[in-house]
T-cell receptor, first 115, second 115 residues
């Protein structure tokens, strides 16, 4: 079982809806990540949080809004998404993003479908 | 220069055989090379990782071979089993700048092990 827990596992939403994805880890990691993965493709980095502060935004559209309420939780708020945003959204964590050679551990993702 | 080229795209192996997946990189600043295994409907799981100061690392049936001069590394799965059927991603990161957040992934290899 993965130590990074993501909810919900599946989400279907219309283009005008607002929804949120949740990620939780209890490994004491201080870096957390959001990735987007399309079918048969590798994960693409979206955001990096370090010590609950947004450190990296890989030029992600503003319809995706990340939030890190505490060191164990990471949310991704979704609003006015487009059909091309349908994908598997993965959360990952690592000890610290500024500590070298630290592997990232992934959750099982939320399968998002935009109608 | 940020690419990691992975081959083959797909691989079919008989049970008990050896599966070999190859990756090549161009950026000589890469210094950490993890492999991830992803089953359908699941997130990528860290399988094994290597740093360029060693030429080989073995964990159970999984071995990474690393050739720094050729800028290539490969995953060998000995005694392949049907349960190994999954998509495998190689990745690389540059830790010299003091951060390791950016994983550059290969495009993935779909491994099928026939019983």
């Amino acid at each position: 079982d993965t130590e990074v827990t993501q909810t919900p596992k599946h989400l279907v939403m219309g283009m005008t809806n607002k929804k949120s994805l949740k990620c939780e880890q209890h490994m004491g990691h201080r870096a957390m990540y959001w990735y987007k993965q399309k079918a048969k493709k590798p994960p693409e980095l979206m955001f990096v949080y370090s010590y609950e502060k947004l450190s990296i935004n890989e030029s992600v559209p503003s319809r995706f809004s990340p939030e890190c309420p505490n060191s164990s939780l990471l949310n991704l708020h979704l609003h006015a998404l487009q059909p091309e945003d349908s994908a598997l959204y993965l959360c990952a964590s690592s000890h610290r993003y500024d500590r070298v050679y630290q592997p990232q551990h992934f959750g099982d993702g939320t399968r998002l479908s935009i109608l | 220069q940020q690419q990691v080229k992975q081959s083959p795209q797909s691989l079919i192996v008989q049970k008990g055989g050896i599966s070999i997946i190859n990756c090549a990189y161009e950026n000589t600043a890469f210094d950490y090379f993890p492999w991830y295994q992803q089953f359908p409907g699941k997130g990528p799981a860290l399988l094994i990782a290597i740093r360029p100061d060693v030429s080989e690392k073995k964990e159970g049936r999984f071995t990474i071979s690393f050739n720094k001069s050729a800028k290539q590394f490969s995953l060998h799965i000995m005694d392949s089993q049907p349960g190994d059927s999954a998509t495998y991603f190689c990745a690389a990161s540059n830790n010299s700048g003091g951060s390791n957040y950016k994983l550059t992934f290969g495009k993935g290899t779909l491994l099928t092990v026939n019983p």
